[in-house]
Each structure stands twice: as structure tokens, then as C-alpha cells.
């Protein structure tokens, strides 16, 4: 057995930087066996075996399966090569892309969470935003607590396979209802999307755009009783300023993952201001 073209168990693994025992499972498996087994049980491998053992590990580090590899190894070619490797590209692409979101993501959560601190509670301001796509549900029925968990129930779980980790979810209201204080007459739920995203239309579920242009803005902690007086407050402003309001108000809560009671709960409220 001493020939330059064979190896042990251990030796076979060591060359290739794997533990024997990957080679014992890859054995028990029928994925690459050795060449010869002696009397005593050794196992010994060929050196031409690092080929194969080469490409299972490549195959492994691109995210095959076992049963995958198996598959090729019973019906080899270039092209059915070929066509594993594209589709793990595919794959990776995808998995690229996930994480690139999920950076973005904390990056941009860093960076909110930064800008909290620098946020005056009922501090009125005027921003231009710009367009955004939204996905609505169905309109409320009344003004009731259980109509309101009924709708964002339903309205979560129709979003769920377009909801992403770049997703803003929020609610709206007229703003006839503001002027006529009705403020617990919410319109719909929203959630935002991806201007590129290809969104498909369910049932009781459209799209809607919130429009570019200039915006009273206020970040507010506490309630709905709170949120209320808001509203007043930006009525008085805009009454002051002369300013006309149009569309929506949008409510978007800004810090649930820090967010423990509802006193600390920070809502981001944006008006429309005609122009």
C-alpha cells in the first residue's frame, strides 16, 4: 500500500484542508469512495481522486447539495456544468443583493437613530419630499379600535410577500377629516415600496402615489391624544402662514425597534401644502 498514488484517510484530508471525517461521511453517502479498502479496513485514496474531491468541494463552497452533486456526477457534461454554475450565480446575485438591502438597512437605522436624538418633540417645519410609491388598503369601515386592528390584520398579511426591510408602514387621513376634526377617521393603511419594484395588485389592496412637493412636517412622542393636539398645532400654523393644506396627513412611526412604551413612541406626521 505504500505507493506515491495512494493516501490515507488522513492524508487524503490534509491535503485538501478538510477533516477526515468529511471524507467518512462523503464515503458513508456514496459521494467519492476510496480507491481501495485494505483488509484491515484502512481506506486509501487515489491522487487522480483530487480532482473529483476538488470539484465536490468547490460545488459545496458554491451552496450545492449533496443530492445536486450527485446528480451531475451521474450524468456528466460541460453544458449541465455550465448550467449548475449559472444558476448559483443567479443565487448568489440574489443573496448579494439581500445583503446589500440589510446594510442599507442598519446604516440607515444608525443613522435614524442619530437623527432621534436631534429631534424636537411638536417642532413644526416645512421639507420638500420627494415622490412616493405606496401600496393602500381598503378604506376603513368606522372609527372603532376593532375595524382598525381588523384592517391593518388584513392589510399586513396581503403585503407580507412585498414587504421589505426598506418598508415604511403608516396610516393616513384626509385632510378634510383634519379640518373638520375628525381625527380618528383614518383613510387607509400604506405601506411604501421601491419606485423599481414590480408590485402585483391583490384584492382590496391598490397603489397610490404620495406626491413630490413641499410638506409641514412634525415628529411628535406620545399617543393618539397627542398626535391629535398635533394637528391642531399644524391647523393653527398653517392658518398663521397661510397655507392651504391638500391630500394626507401620513403617520409613520420611526422608532419601534427602541421603542418600549407608548409615551416613547416617536410618530413622523407630513402634511401636504398646496401649492
Given at each position: 500500500m505504500?505507493?506515491?498514488?495512494?493516501?490515507?484517510?488522513?492524508?487524503?484530508?490534509?491535503?485538501?484542508?478538510?477533516?477526515?471525517?468529511?471524507?467518512?461521511?462523503?464515503?458513508?453517502?456514496?459521494?467519492?469512495?476510496?480507491?481501495?479498502?485494505?483488509?484491515?479496513?484502512?481506506?486509501?485514496?487515489?491522487?487522480?481522486?483530487?480532482?473529483?474531491?476538488?470539484?465536490?468541494?468547490?460545488?459545496?463552497?458554491?451552496?450545492l447539495?449533496?443530492?445536486?452533486?450527485?446528480?451531475?456526477?451521474?450524468?456528466?457534461?460541460?453544458?449541465?456544468?455550465?448550467?449548475?454554475?449559472i444558476?448559483?450565480?443567479?443565487?448568489?446575485?440574489?443573496?448579494?443583493?439581500?445583503?446589500?438591502?440589510?446594510?442599507?438597512?442598519?446604516?440607515?437605522?444608525?443613522?435614524?437613530?442619530?437623527?432621534?436624538?436631534?429631534?424636537?418633540?411638536?417642532?413644526?417645519?416645512?421639507?420638500?419630499?420627494?415622490?412616493?410609491?405606496?401600496?393602500?388598503?381598503?378604506?376603513?369601515?368606522?372609527?372603532?379600535?376593532?375595524?382598525?386592528?381588523?384592517?391593518m390584520?388584513?392589510?399586513?398579511?396581503?403585503?407580507?410577500?412585498?414587504?421589505?426591510?426598506?418598508?415604511?408602514?403608516?396610516?393616513?387621513?384626509?385632510?378634510?377629516?383634519?379640518?373638520?376634526?375628525?381625527?380618528?377617521?383614518?383613510?387607509?393603511?400604506?405601506?411604501?415600496?421601491?419606485?423599481?419594484?414590480?408590485?402585483?395588485?391583490?384584492?382590496?389592496?391598490?397603489?397610490?402615489?404620495?406626491?413630490?412637493?413641499?410638506?409641514?412636517?412634525?415628529?411628535?412622542?406620545?399617543?393618539?391624544?397627542?398626535?391629535?393636539?398635533?394637528?391642531?398645532?399644524?391647523?393653527?400654523?398653517?392658518?398663521?402662514?397661510?397655507?392651504v393644506?391638500?391630500?394626507?396627513?401620513?403617520?409613520?412611526?420611526v422608532?419601534?425597534?427602541?421603542?418600549?412604551?407608548?409615551?416613547?413612541?416617536?410618530?413622523?406626521?407630513?402634511?401636504?401644502?398646496?401649492?
Open positions: 505504500k505507493n506515491f498514488k495512494y493516501f490515507s484517510t488522513g492524508e487524503f484530508a490534509k491535503l485538501h484542508n478538510i477533516n477526515k471525517r468529511t471524507l467518512h461521511y462523503y464515503d458513508e453517502i456514496d459521494l467519492i469512495k476510496p480507491s481501495i479498502v485494505g483488509e484491515n479496513g484502512y481506506r486509501y485514496y487515489s491522487y487522480y481522486q483530487s480532482v473529483e474531491l476538488e470539484l465536490i468541494l468547490v460545488m459545496r463552497r458554491l451552496g447539495s449533496i443530492d445536486e452533486i450527485k446528480e451531475y456526477k451521474q450524468d456528466r457534461s460541460t453544458e449541465k456544468l455550465q448550467q449548475l454554475f444558476d448559483q450565480i443567479k443565487m448568489l446575485d440574489k443573496d448579494i443583493t439581500k445583503l446589500s438591502n440589510t446594510k442599507n438597512y442598519i446604516e440607515g437605522k444608525l443613522d435614524q437613530l442619530k437623527f432621534l436624538n436631534t429631534i424636537e418633540d411638536g417642532k413644526i417645519e416645512i421639507v420638500e419630499l420627494e415622490e412616493e410609491k405606496l401600496l393602500v388598503s381598503e378604506d376603513f369601515i368606522d372609527d372603532s379600535n376593532e375595524d382598525y386592528f381588523r384592517l390584520r388584513s392589510f399586513n398579511s396581503k403585503v407580507k410577500q412585498e414587504k421589505d426591510i426598506t418598508s415604511k408602514f403608516g396610516c393616513r387621513i384626509s385632510v378634510d377629516n383634519i379640518y373638520n376634526d375628525k381625527l380618528l377617521s383614518y383613510d387607509r393603511f400604506f405601506m411604501s415600496v421601491l419606485p423599481t419594484k414590480n408590485t402585483i395588485e391583490q384584492e382590496n389592496i391598490s397603489f397610490d402615489i404620495k406626491p413630490k412637493g413641499k410638506y409641514i412636517r412634525v415628529y411628535t412622542k406620545g399617543d393618539w391624544n397627542r398626535i391629535m393636539d398635533i394637528y391642531h398645532e399644524i391647523l393653527k400654523y398653517a392658518k398663521e402662514n397661510n397655507y393644506l391638500e391630500g394626507y396627513g401620513y403617520e409613520v412611526g422608532n419601534e425597534l427602541n421603542c418600549f412604551t407608548i409615551d416613547e413612541y416617536i410618530t413622523e406626521i407630513t402634511v401636504k401644502i398646496k401649492e
